[in-house]
């Protein structure tokens, strides 16, 4: 199971963390992925950490401004938010990477990520 939360309404500049909680898997040995979906647009890619590594990959919109993170101590994943904008209004969703494939193959893809959790919703003002 995947849950997330930490989402909110903030402001154009804010700052905001999300977390998703795992459980009944073994957290620690599965690539990790955030995605989005802002109303009337597709579920799009924003970041991904590797289990073996701690490698990340982010997509170009979010990158240098929000920050993928890991705690396998306590199966927790974690996206920091920074210099938010009103576009990055979405759903965020995490999920679980097909464990049969390797953390850069498909990366962006959702048909990739094989297990979802419920969204936790951002909202950012002008």
Partial sequence: QLQAFGGGLVQAG???RLSCAASGFTFSNNNMGWFRQAPGKER??????SWRTN???????????????RDNAKNTLYLQMNSLKPEDTAVYYCARKDSARGFYVNIRSRSDY?????????????
């Fill in 14 to 16: 804010d700052s905001l």
């Fill in 44 to 49: 799009e890619f924003v970041a991904a950490i």
């Fill in 55 to 69: 490698s990340t990959y982010y997509a170009d919109s979010v990158k240098e401004r929000f920050t993928i993170s």
């Fill in 114 to 126: 094989t297990y979802w959790g419920q969204g936790t919703q951002v909202t950012v003002s002008s």
